[in-house]
């Protein structure tokens, strides 16, 4: 009986699953899903965010499979505060390794590099070792995403992400892996609901 279960949900998943969306998203809310650009596209966006906070951000499609992108935060921009500069921009890279299948989901491997918020570095402030932005850049990631079409588009993604340059003071933290998932389900050409989450298991004391 339990033979026969199987062989029926993967039936119907293979019945349902989706390998040609045109148009996969990139990232959901914030978290990198296995999409990537079309080649020869482009997207530019800018974030806003407390304290002030402006960050726009650019991304090229070089092929099907990779594309690269520029951001640089700017914090105090919006209000009456002092603007600070990131002393740096960040970085991104995606490169899907493997595309989605019937039976496998797309395998992307990236790096970013962008954090959100102020950084803070130890040398200037004087507070030991903490050399981070408020939320921490991903770093090096591995993103998995698999397509239905249930009723339009079904995607789900989940990856794990480490980032080895910014430190929260806590070993325990700065040593861990982190988890993060979500899905985006269609609701017509022009509206998707989007839902992730993102453990924060390197960074469980902010």
């Not at 959901?28 to 482009?42: D, F, N, Q």
């Not at 800018?46 to 090229?60: N, Y």
């Not at 430190?167 to 839902?195: A, C, M, V, W, Y």
Request: net charge negative; glycine share 10%.
């Amino acid at each position: 009986m339990k033979k026969i279960i199987i062989i029926v949900v993967l039936f119907i998943s293979s019945i349902l699953s989706q390998i040609e969306q045109p148009y996969p998203p990139i990232t959901l809310v914030s978290i990198p899903t296995a999409g990537t650009l079309p080649k020869g596209s482009y997207t530019y966006e800018t974030a806003l965010s407390k304290g002030g906070t402006v960050m726009p951000r650019l991304a090229i499609g070089l092929t099907s499979s990779l594309s690269i992108g520029i951001s640089y935060g700017m914090n105090g921009i919006i209000g009456n505060d002092e603007p600070i500069f990131n002393m740096h921009p960040g970085f991104h890279l995606k490169y899907r390794a493997f595309d989605e299948s019937n039976t496998k989901p797309a395998f992307l491997l990236g790096i970013n590099t962008q954090g959100k918020g102020k950084y803070t570095e130890a040398e200037k402030e004087g507070i030991g070792s903490i050399n981070r932005y408020e939320q921490k850049a991903l770093g090096f990631f591995i993103s998995m995403s698999k397509n239905w079409d249930f009723f339009g588009n079904l995607g789900f993604h989940i990856g794990i992400n480490k980032n080895f340059w910014e430190e929260t003071g806590n070993p325990e933290d700065d040593n861990q892996l982190n988890i993060f998932f979500g899905f985006d389900k269609e609701i017509n050409r022009s509206f998707s609901l989007l839902l992730e989450c993102d453990s924060g298991l390197n960074d469980n004391q902010d």
